[in-house]
């Protein structure tokens, strides 16, 4: 009997360490808002909402994300939220998908990230927040340091606060490469900061390559400041970079890089800035630098006097140029000199266009020039596309489209535009949408390809959805005798899509076509044919050939109602029915949309529950021992 009990004592006492593992691993795994994918690199987590990405990069177990890669689906608006981020990316990518954030907050002494350790932060642009009063030193509004990462065609326009060893985007770099990649915010620091880069005198930047970026912002700091980088750094490469901005720098500062940095290796790179430079700087390196090698490159800041060089500023040791140019206005190459600098010569008061091309700027992929005028990086343009119908908002619903996960708009070649929605954006978001090429499509006998033929992918939570799917067309078209058709293009077949509605709505001051119809994820129009979580559809309307399709003009005439538009409402000739739908949006209201969570209370309580029950039994049984004994 002694032993039986031992053995339920000891069985008992394995189960309440079990529950209590279970409760754990939940409120841990069960932390973060859930998203598709599996963080794989081929299935990132797909990021549509603020709440997501805050959940993930905010609030992880413990401080590291390891081997995670993120694909933010659109443009984010992060009202509400402050990243107090300690966050360390390891072995991991953020990949803004050539998005924006808008309204940041940090409560931190970092930026997005705290660090980045062989990871990547790309395609993303940082369009606007609070980041004023930041303070400490080694700060960067992308992350305070990297270490053998990548920056790559990122963009931040955040105002950056702070002590000492800044950059505008990320506070030291080591083992790193900054590529295609701009800071155009206002930056206010202390010294030994960088237009892009700062460093730090226990941990320096090194082994840094930074390439087709620019400074194009507004920099206030003190001594030996650069407008690319800072100071303290050690192997360091720029090529086919420039500042053109407002400088205002401390003694010993440059207008690419600071101070007291160690074999520097400068190409195809330029000044242009405004502003003034203290004693002892230089338009392209600062003072107290050694084993620097600049060519190809040149200021066209003027220089403020003698003390301030137009190309060097004081006491640098080993430097060495080769086709090298400044405009000449009271200064000489290097400052406190007026020697001949070899390799470094006047190009009188301006930078000719013939001397720009000498130099050997790439103007076909790198660079772009107008006559008369120094050349731009051919850098992307993060902003929404010009001309989205309804002020942005094709769907209608009082949110701009680019910032919803389950809307996509496109432009065809003729300026014609197409939105498509799906369910709201915290259960599935939408990808990779597009105007197919109807090459090599076949015809429907009969019928003439009306609408664009577009493609898209829908992305859900979980398997097995379905929902209403819309797409608006910003024409009027004759409905009455289409056909929405689904097409294969395995087997080049098409699939009548049963029960498609056809409406008409004002939105704006403009008619709408709108194409409502269910999607089911491994249905009949998923050409992956899979319920797993991802539909694949291309989808067209069609009409009889010769119809005169367009009912209307494109935009509504004064004094038109609603019901002399020509509004219709017809549904595919398989269907019974034919009911208006005058407004065919079927998500929740966006005030009542939740981020969906890996959360269960109920399950949670449950476990809580069990392991209370299963400790006094064990307690009892205990006490019950101890009495035998």
């Known amino acids: ?83 107090n981020n300690t966050t360390i990316l390891l072995h991991s990518t953020i990949d803004g998908g050539n998005h924006r954030i808008i309204n940041l907050k940090f409560g931190g002494t970092s930026g997005l990230i705290y660090a980045l350790d062989n990871s990547t932060i790309k395609n993303l642009w940082l369009a606007t927040g609070d980041n004023d009063g930041m303070g400490s030193n080694v700060s960067g509004t992308f992350a305070n340091q990297m270490i053998n990462s990548s920056l790559e065609n990122v963009r931040s326009s955040l105002k ?31 010294h030994s900061s960088g237009g892009l880069v700062g460093s730090d005198i226990f941990y320096k930047t090194s082994n840094l390559n930074i390439k087709k970026s620019a400074f194009l912002g507004n920099m206030t700091a003190q001594q030996n400041s650069g407008g690319i980088l800072g100071v303290l750094a050690e192997n360091v490469s720029i090529e086919d970079s420039y500042v053109d901005g407002f400088l205002s720098l401390g003694p010993f500062s440059g207008g690419l890089i600071g101070g007291y940095n160690d074999v520097i290796t400068i190409s195809k790179s330029y000044t242009k800035f405004t502003g003034n430079l203290d004693i002892y700087s230089g338009g392209l390196i600062g003072g107290y630098n050694s084993n620097v090698i600049v060519s190809h490159s040149y200021s066209a800041s003027p220089s403020i006097d003698y003390l301030v060089g137009s190309i060097e500023g004081d006491s640098n040791t080993n430097v060495l140029y080769s086709d090298v140019h400044y405009i000449d206005s009271v200064g000489y190459c290097k400052s406190n000199s007026n020697s001949v600098v070899a390799g470094c010569s006047s190009a009188g008061l301006y930078i000719p266009d013939s001397l720009i091309l000498s130099m050997g700027f790439d103007l076909t992929d790198t660079w772009k020039k107008e006559i008369g005028k120094d050349p731009i990086l051919k850098l992307t343009d993060f902003n929404d596309p010009t001309g989205i119908p309804n002020s942005g908002d094709m769907n209608d619903d009082s949110v701009k489209d680019t910032f919803q996960g389950n809307v996509e708009v496109l432009k065809n070649s003729s300026g014609y535009w197409t939105a498509i929605e799906t369910k709201d954006t915290n259960t599935c978001n ?79 001051s403009q008619i709408f076509t709108v194409l409502s119809y269910t999607l089911t994820d491994g249905g009949p129009y998923d050409r992956d044919g899979i319920s797993n979580g991802k539909i694949v559809d291309p989808v067209v309307l069609v009409t ?86």
Not at 44 to 72: A, E, K, M, V
Not at 441 to 448: A, E, K, R
Not at 579 to 599: A, L, R, S, Y
């Open 160 to 190: 950056l606060t702070c002590d000492n060893y800044c950059g505008g985007l990320v506070g030291r770099a080591q083992d790193s490469t900054i590529t295609n990649s701009v800071y155009d915010g206002i930056l206010i620091a202390g």
């Open 430 to 508: 939408l990808g990779e949408a597009n105007i197919l090429d109807i090459t090599g499509i076949p015809t429907y006998s009969g019928y003439d390809f009306t609408s664009d033929f577009v493609g898209f992918n829908v992305y859900c939570i979980d398997s097995n959805q379905s929902f209403t799917t819309n797409i608006y067309l910003d024409r009027n078209f004759d409905t009455s005798k289409a056909k929405l058709l689904s097409y294969n293009p395995t087997s080049k077949t098409f699939t009548l899509v049963n029960n498609a509605s056809f409406t008409h709505k004002i939105i704006g």
């Open 1 to 83: 009997m002694e032993e039986n009990i031992k053995k339920a004592i000891k069985s008992l006492a394995l189960f309440v360490f079990a529950l209590i593992l279970s409760l754990n691993l939940t409120s841990n795994a069960f932390a973060f808002v859930l998203v598709y994918g599996d963080g794989s690199a081929d299935k990132p987590y797909r990021i549509s909402t603020c709440s997501q990405l805050d959940s993930w990069i905010n609030g992880g177990p413990g401080t590291t994300l390891n081997y995670i890669n993120f694909l933010i689906t659109n443009n984010l608006d992060c009202t509400g939220h402050t990243f």
């Open 544 to 629: 009889p050939k010769g119809a005169n399709t367009v009912i209307s003009k494109k935009y509504i005439p004064d004094g038109w109602s609603y019901a002399n538009a020509g509004v219709v409402s017809v549904v595919n000739a398989s269907s019974q029915s034919n009911t208006q739908n005058d407004n065919p949006i079927n998500n929740q209201p966006k005030n009542q949309q939740t981020d969906k969570k890996v959360e269960s209370n109920d399950n949670t309580s449950y476990i809580t529950v069990l392991s209370i029950v299963a400790v006094i039994v064990l307690g009892i049984l205990i006490n019950k021992f101890r009495a035998k004994k």
